[in-house]
């Protein structure tokens, strides 16, 4: 496995604890920083509980829903209640839970060796990848690897799996800052972002977020989906040109501040493909699975981490290096595509029309009033609904994705 983050943890859990031998190999030393808007959906929290921690994490606020906050309108969109999935969010800090996910994995059994940078893989004579090479020059051999090294995915890239520049490449910038919300039950978004007095200045692209930390602190970033097109934009000068316009009951003033702003990459739409080649296999932001509606991949990490943990194990249990042991771990690819392909086609065609303010402006102004599109939209950019149609929004989502090409 290379990399800790919620892929790598995730699937040495799953793999520890199913009798599997796992190394995982993280270039960091733990608590380690990671840009992120720290906030996890149910989708994430139903991922956390398949590990029996969604009830253990330290210090984690628990979300309602979401509040969107249009020009003067304010929208309460709770989590919906659902058969396959919990209606309840999480804020956690990402050094407190990818420290508690590592530290899992070791309790069930893994090996996780912190401070140790993979460079290069070791191939066969066949091009097979067989093992990795390490910064420090120590060798590790398995008859699977588990890339999960987020989007650096370097490996792959030596493999010559290079990201698709065809698919949408978001990025994101985020700070912390002292604010009276820091304790609140939702989730908040802005969907519109002015650099100015609202109606008289420049539309910005992308989103604004707030998420409550529950420590006296808010989680407060920008996302932009498109990053190709806005090659040339300084963004962490756009997030404070939006904060500026932010009401001062939010506190979100240089004083309250408490970190610098950082930014980093969003892969999104299954940007890196295959994800399995060979005994390579790719897991989370390696593979691009960023859900491109909202920017969530953490939830999509764990998932993917599950699903490659479960074709590994019935991948040795037929021999590894065996024909059948070879389709078993192809399984996993098709997995991918089957439960996300149609979903995030859809989502990399809304991330390129909303990289547009104007539309996302209209779609906002017109859409989210009426509660039948606020609620469908919601289930969708949040990928929540029952596979088993159980009301009119699960049968609009479930016939949709059903039409809808693979991405
Ligand atoms: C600003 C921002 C805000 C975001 N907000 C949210 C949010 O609120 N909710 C959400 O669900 N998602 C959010 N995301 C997305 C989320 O952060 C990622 O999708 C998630 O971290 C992916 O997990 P991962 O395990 O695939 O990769 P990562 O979390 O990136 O973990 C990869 C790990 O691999 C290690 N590594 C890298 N290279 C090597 C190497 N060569 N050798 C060994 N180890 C290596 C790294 O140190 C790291 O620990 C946000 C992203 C950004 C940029």
């Known amino acids: 496995m ?36 720290d906030g996890l959906t149910p989708r994430a929290v139903k991922e956390l509980a398949y590990l029996g921690l969604d009830k253990a994490l330290p210090t984690a606020v628990r979300t309602k829903g979401l509040r969107i906050h249009v020009g003067r309108r304010d929208y309460l969109l709770e989590w919906p209640t659902l058969d396959s999935f919990p209606n309840v969010g999480i804020v956690c800090r990402r050094s407190i839970l990818d420290q508690y996910l590592a530290e899992e994995a070791v309790r069930s059994g893994a090996q996780v060796l912190t401070g140790t940078s993979v460079a290069t893989p070791i191939l066969s004579s066949r091009g097979r990848i067989t093992g990795v090479t390490c910064k420090d020059g120590r060798t590790f051999s398995a008859p699977v690897i588990v890339e999960a090294s987020g989007n ?21 910038v985020r700070t912390y ?30 989103y604004g977020w707030s998420f409550p930390m529950g420590d006296g602190t808010c989680n407060v970033g920008l996302g932009l989906p498109d990053a190709y097109r806005f090659r040339d934009v300084d963004y962490k000068d756009m997030m404070r040109r939006w904060l500026a316009t932010m009401p001062p009951q939010w506190g979100f003033t240089e004083n309250n501040q408490t970190e610098v702003i950082r930014s980093a990459a969003l892969p999104m739409g299954f940007n890196r493909k295959p994800t399995v080649l060979g005994s390579l296999m790719l897991v989370g932001d390696a593979a691009g699975a960023i859900n491109s509606f909202n920017g969530e991949g ?5 998932e993917s981490g599950r699903w ?45 029309l909303i990289s ?18 606020r609620q469908l939209t919601h289930r969708m950019l949040a990928h929540l609904w029952d596979g088993d149609s159980h009301d009119v929004y699960d049968r609009i989502l479930n016939t949709l994705t059903r039409l809808a090409p693979v991405a």
Request: proline share 6%; with cysteine.
């Open 2 to 37: 290379v990399g800790a983050g919620p892929g790598g943890s995730s699937a040495a859990i799953h793999l520890a604890r199913a009798g599997l031998d796992v190394i995982v190999l993280e270039k960091a030393d733990f608590p380690r920083e990671k840009v992120c808007g």
């Open 152 to 172: 650096s995915a370097r490996l792959a890239v030596a493999m010559g799996l290079h990201r698709m520049t065809d698919r949408p490449m978001g990025v994101a």
């Open 177 to 206: 800052f002292r604010s009276p919300h820091h304790d609140e039950e939702w989730l908040d978004s802005w969907l519109e972002l002015w650099d100015g007095k609202p109606g008289r200045s420049h539309l910005l692209p992308g």
């Open 298 to 302: 953490v939830s999509y990490a764990m």
């Open 308 to 352: 490659a943990a479960e074709a590994i194990t019935a991948a040795k249990a037929l021999g590894f290096h065996t024909r059948k042991a070879d389709q078993e771990l192809m399984t996993y690819s098709t997995r991918m595509t089957d439960e996300w392909g149609s979903y995030f086609w859809a989502g990399n065609l809304f991330s390129r």
């Open 356 to 373: 547009h303010p104007a539309v996302m402006k209209v779609a906002a102004h017109y859409g989210l009033p009426i509660p039948f599109v």
